[in-house]
């Protein structure tokens, strides 16, 4: 026979497992679209996206540059390549995103890193949509630009890049730029403090090569963010390609009005060698 207590504390976590059953359920939506969205629709002719940003593309280029990182012409040009991978279907409940946006609400994010809940107002979709645009689009920049980035593999190339630093920059005998860019993240489970940075925050890094019209040459991507910069570059492909002499990197040349080489070196993050420098 139960006594009143035992009674009591089945009852209790009856409810609590009830309670909890309920809570996993999932909930029927009686609202699917914000009524904003409803009122002004994807393809509002009165937002930030289609009055304003329409009108830099005709007469303020550059504000479109910097607002994209891309000119109208390269974004059309990107647009072209990737619009057969992220073209939805219209369908009878609503109309689909146009590819344009779709890129341009990517790229905005990538470019300025702001919340999906700020890109909503601005570009008059869902946040929780947004939150699956970014990512698809992202795939699809990647699959369509997989052999478009390609690290120079004859020594007339390198040399091109090098020219180009001397004449925009004037800094002679340079044929990229290369620094780490820590990209915060969640920590995969199990990680423990692998992807714990200096900056006390959760980051991949992105190591990469640029030329003089900031292009990169190589990216390497996915380090835990323990890890140092010089580390990263010291176990890279480009590093072992450039020893081993399987791209072409050309050979140490004399600086412009200089009759000799410079032993000055600078402190760096990287370990200083003939093939990387501090400026």
Known sequence: MLTSDQR??????????????????????????????????????GLWYEKVFDEWKKTDKERYRRT?????????????????????????????????????????????????YSLSS??????????????????????????????????????KIADDFYIKWDYPNCVGALDGKHVLVSPPPNSGTKF??????????????????????????GSEGSVGDASIWNKSKLKANINSGGIGFPDPCVLPRSSGSSDAAKECLFTLSPIVLSS
């Open 8 to 45: 009591k504390i089945i009852a209790a976590t009856a409810i609590i497992i009830l309670i909890t059953t309920i809570s996993k359920r999932s909930i029927n939506r009686t609202i699917w679209v914000n009524p904003w969205l409803l009122k002004f629709g994807t393809e509002s002719s």
């Open 68 to 116: 994209l990182r891309l000119t109208p012409s390269i974004f059309n040009e990107l647009l072209a390549m990737v619009e057969p991978l992220i073209r939805k279907q219209n369908t009878k409940l609503r109309q689909s995103i146009p590819p344009e946006k779709r890129l341009a609400i990517t790229l905005k994010y990538l470019a300025s890193g702001e919340t999906f």
């Open 122 to 159: 601005q570009f008059c979709v869902g946040a929780s949509t947004i939150g699956d645009i970014v990512p698809e689009t992202c795939k699809a920049i990647a699959v369509a630009l997989k052999d478009f980035m390609k690290v120079p593999a004859e020594a007339d190339e390198w040399r």
């Open 196 to 221: 714990f940075n200096y900056q006390k925050t959760y980051s991949t890094i992105l190591l990469a090569l640029v030329d003089a019209h900031y292009r990169f040459t190589f990216v390497d991507i």
